[in-house]
Nanobody, 121 residues
Framework: VQLQASGGGLMQAGDSLKLTCADS????????VGWFRQSPGKEREFVAG??????NTVYDDSVKGRFTISRDNAKVYLQMNSLKPVDTATYYC?????????????????WGQGTLVTVSS
């Protein structure tokens, strides 16, 4: 599985940004997809997940109401609104081992290269 996250950049607090995860081998179908993030010196943490049918989504409490995960046949998106400096991290997308939206890292088998999001105050 070849996943590629893109769309990161340098933003101001309050800005919006949309990340895209592309799957070059088109294996998103039948699998849940998640977004995670990692800041320097911290563990990689769950951000949002979406089931393969797209109807079920889950979010970490820290982004609920600000971030929205969505998907189409070939890509998964993370719309990030009202960005805060604490959102600064490298964001990764990953394909789940199951069709479901899961929070735990162990559920994800394939990981893409990350995209850096920096939010200044």
């Amino acid at each position: 599985v070849q996943l590629q996250a893109s769309g990161g950049g340098l933003m101001q607090a309050g800005d919006s940004l949309k990340l895209t995860c592309a799957d070059s081998r088109r294996t998103f179908s039948n699998n849940g997809v998640g977004w995670f993030r990692q800041s320097p010196g911290k563990e990689r943490e769950f951000v949002a997940g979406i089931a393969w049918r797209g109807g079920n989504t889950v979010y970490d409490d820290s982004v609920k109401g600000r971030f929205t995960i969505s998907r189409d046949n070939a890509k998964v998106y993370l719309q990030m609104n009202s960005l805060k400096p604490v959102d600064t991290a490298t964001y990764y997308c990953a394909t789940s081992r199951t069709p479901y939206a899961r929070r735990d890292r162990a559920s994800y088998a394939y990981w893409g290269q990350g995209t850096l999001v920096t939010v200044s105050s």
